[in-house]
């Protein structure tokens, strides 16, 4: 055996960790760090389309954040649909993983049946409920002019007032069923005993729910909201798929405006500045839910 292999086999059963994570941390600075120090540095610099070169531009694509109406437009659309469409998923997969939360026959097959529009691709997603929302053929909005509810001159997702509704439903079809998931598995991690002194006590349905079960699902509530929420904060399949962020700008997202600014406009370091603002905000905001809902890893 020679020496180099020797010292590979000791660095191997060794009680280091490093050389089992060593793939994982040139993971993380490839696909990772690297990326995000190029974009603040990409943020300071703009593409020259005459010269084919980024130039440098200081803080000037910083300085017109602030002053783009665009810009602002786009971040009150990303936070009205990241509140309603969360608050909704939320209060939805709560009650129907409290409906699954059950032995009888049939309900394990409708639990797996909840992981099938989990594995549809988004864009797939939108293209669905583009035709489910077509103002000439879509059930939906057949079913809606029907019971009264919508004006057949104002088509679903052409109309500024309905529009970002359109899209939500899309994101809450597909994506209740996760946190139906994430609550049955809270449910069945239980502890029986304290329903069972609520069931001595005469406790009724709401009384348990409220003072029993809510408070012990707490930490799987706020891990739940947590994962959705950031993923929520950098929707955009739906609005590129369905809408394009029209009509107007009633359906633009920051990730949307991003994508626009970057690959339509040509302006790679305006781009680079909106999607960093996105991080910060993200880091922001999930930083602050942890610490006020005392959520521990």
């Known amino acids: 055996m020679t020496l180099s292999s020797q010292g ?27 990326p995000l120090i190029y974009n603040i540095w990409l943020s300071f610099h703009e593409y020259a389309p005459f010269r084919r070169r980024l130039e440098p531009v200081g803080t000037d694509n910083w300085q017109a954040l602030f002053s783009d109406e665009r810009f602002w437009d786009s971040l009150s659309v990303t936070f009205t649909y990241f509140g309603v469409v969360l608050i909704i998923q939320v209060v939805l997969g709560m009650a129907i993983a409290l409906l699954l939360d059950s032995e009888q026959k049939g309900f394990g097959v409708l639990r797996a049946l909840l992981t099938l529009t989990l594995v549809i691709p988004p864009a797939i997603t939108g293209m669905m409920f583009l ?66 002194a609520a069931m001595l006590d005469g406790a009724s349905s709401w009384q348990t729910f409220r003072r029993i079960t809510l408070p012990l699902m707490g930490k799987v509530i706020a891990v739940a909201v947590l994962i959705r929420g950031i993923d929520l904060f950098r929707i955009f399949d739906y609005m590129f798929v369905m809408t394009s962020g029209g009509p107007g700008t009633s359906t633009y997202t920051l990730s949307l405006y991003a994508w626009q600014q ?13 999607s960093l603002v996105s991080l910060i905000l993200i880091l922001v905001i999930a930083n602050l839910f942890i610490w006020v809902a005392r959520v521990r890893w």
């Open 8 to 34: 590979i086999k000791r660095i191997l059963t060794g009680d280091s960790a490093l050389p089992w994570l060593a793939p994982l941390l040139a993971m993380l600075v490839v696909f990772t760090i690297y």
């Open 131 to 196: 035709l489910i929302e077509d103002p000439e053929f879509g059930v939906l909005t057949w079913l809606l002019e029907s019971l009264g509810i919508l004006d057949g001159t104002q088509p679903i997702l052409a109309t500024g007032s309905t529009a970002l509704m359109g899209v939500m439903l899309a994101d809450i079809w597909q994506w209740t069923p996760f946190m139906v998931l994430i609550f049955l598995a809270g449910l069945r991690s239980l502890p029986p005993e304290p329903y069972e």
């Open 262 to 274: 970057t690959f339509s406009f040509i302006k790679w370091g305006y781009g680079a500045t909106i």
